[in-house]
């Protein structure tokens, strides 16, 4: 993603390295939409699931190579400043793709809610396309700020959303727990819900991190325009 040559001018370098960070972003971004895409479809998703696995697997490796490279401009001589920008940035970049890591997680359950035939009530569906819906605008306005652009304005609406996230996700786990308790109750399909809600209440904690490293760097680090 970025060159091998040697790190003779950082302040350049962190302007390419938080652009590629935006660029993980619209892939993570990408990846949640086409996840939601696949929960509505009918028929096989073979291929679809495939994709998405080629998805996160790009994003593992952007990953590793992103941070090498932050690891190697640390290892230079650095400003305190460039340092300390660096080292938010590479928890920007580990917190995203362990989205990613969500994301396909869900796709995985996707796949053996099909191949067991497991179903969820009309209501329990309304539920979590509301959820998926919330959590997406989380993680829209985070990977639009990923560079360290976030307002105060901004920041205070990323926590209000984290904070109906965590509602959200604690109201729907006591209502599985519920049906739990009922005779006709179908285990599985209860037991495969509460999984997917839960990595839908993590992408909201990767969120809610990614968007307070970004607002720290937006406060504590000088701006350096591109010529």
Same mark, same amino acid.
Do not use: H, N, P, W
């Given at each position: 993603y970025i060159g091998n040559t040697r790190v003779d001018t950082p302040e350049l370098y962190l302007i390419t390295i938080k652009d590629e960070v935006k660029k993980m972003g619209e892939l993570t971004?990408?990846?949640?939409?086409?996840? #939601?895409? !696949?929960?509505?479809?009918?028929?096989?998703?073979?291929? /679809?699931?495939?994709?998405?696995?080629?998805?996160?697997?790009?994003?593992?490796?952007?990953? #590793?190579? !992103?941070?090498?490279?932050?690891?190697?401009?640390?290892? /230079?001589?650095q400003s305190p400043t460039n340092a300390a920008t660096l080292q938010k940035l590479i928890r920007i970049i580990d917190e995203t793709e362990s989205i990613t890591d969500s994301i396909f997680n869900m796709t995985k359950l996707n796949e053996s809610k099909r191949k067991d035939d497991l179903h969820f009530s009309e209501h329990a569906k309304e539920e979590l396309a509301n959820f998926n819906q919330l959590t997406y605008s989380f993680l829209e306005l985070v990977t639009e700020n990923l560079g360290g652009t976030l307002t105060p304005g901004e920041m205070s609406i990323a926590q209000r959303i984290e904070n109906d996230i965590n509602n959200m996700h604690k109201r729907l786990v006591a209502n599985t727990h519920r049906h739990l308790g009922q005779p006709d109750c179908d285990l599985k399909s209860e037991m495969l819900y509460l999984e997917v809600i839960r990595h839908l209440e993590h992408i909201g904690d990767f969120s809610l991190n990614i968007a307070e490293t970004a607002f720290s760097i937006q406060k504590h680090t000088p701006t350096l325009q591109a010529q």
């Open positions: 971004k990408q990846m949640f939409r086409d996840y #939601e895409e !696949l929960c509505f479809k009918k028929g096989d998703i073979t291929e /679809d699931v495939a994709k998405l696995k080629k998805t996160e697997d790009y994003a593992d490796q952007m990953q #590793e190579q !992103l941070i090498d490279f932050c690891v190697r401009m640390l290892q /230079d001589s």
